[in-house]
């Protein structure tokens, strides 16, 4: 008898016990993700990147664990894969087309796990025929900032700095010097 009322009780309750199941399975989760995240880093890594590279995979797993529980509360699949094709499409283009805030994002997650880049190196980023040179001073979630030799900051984003040469520099580059120009006002005087 009792057996059949915790199988009625959990049948008008599935909904709910799903729910806390998810909540309650979130933090194991949480600690997966992040060994799995550590096992891909390479060398020694800054903690305020790890923070940042944490806190966007901690966002992701939440809206993954949302869209199921949310499954089980009687959002339609159809209309959830519809609604989910559409928002990975858009993402898609969101996160990788170079024009994108978002792909910004993901460069930030790929920077992090290559490390090949980090905070202090000297980099030149080579771009066609331009290049630029500086000194990595911070790798945030949107841009990696630069000083440059000069003492000038440059402000370079994400995806640009994934999809751009960049040469990690063995020493400190010499400051270039400005050409002298001289400016003639008026017609040149002949001796």
């Given amino acids: 008898m009792e057996i059949i009322e915790v199988?009625?009780?959990f049948a008008s309750q599935y909904k709910l016990i799903v729910t806390i199941i998810a909540i309650l399975v979130f933090p194991l989760l949480l600690k997966i993700t992040k060994k799995l995240?550590?096992?891909?880093?390479?060398?020694?890594?800054?903690l305020h990147r790890k923070y940042r590279a944490e806190l966007l995979l901690k966002i992701i797993l939440a809206f993954v664990v949302l869209c199921l529980v949310l499954v089980f509360?009687?959002?339609e699949l159809r209309g959830l894969l519809v609604l989910g094709s559409s928002l990975f499409a858009m993402l898609g283009v969101a996160l990788f087309a170079a024009?994108?805030?978002?792909?910004?994002?993901?460069?930030?997650?790929?920077?992090?796990i290559q490390n090949d880049c980090r905070v202090g190196y000297w980099v030149r980023i080579i771009d066609g025929a331009n290049h630029?040179?500086?000194?990595?001073?911070e790798m945030g979630l949107m841009n990696v900032v630069l000083e440059h030799i000069d003492g000038h900051r440059v402000i370079y984003p994400n995806n640009l700095f994934v999809t751009r040469p960049v040469m990690?520099?063995?020493?400190?580059p010499k400051p270039t010097k400005a050409p002298v120009i001289k400016r003639i006002i008026g017609p040149k005087k002949h001796s």
Avoid at 37 to 46: H, P, S
Avoid at 99 to 112: D, G, Q
Avoid at 132 to 137: A, K, S
């Fill in 37 to 46: 995240l550590e096992k891909a880093i390479k060398g020694k890594v800054d």
């Fill in 168 to 172: 990690v520099l063995n020493k400190e």
């Fill in 73 to 75: 509360w009687g959002i």
């Fill in 99 to 112: 024009w994108s805030l978002l792909s910004n994002l993901t460069a930030f997650l790929l920077m992090f």
């Fill in 132 to 137: 630029i040179e500086g000194r990595i001073v």
């Fill in 7 to 9: 199988l009625e009780l």
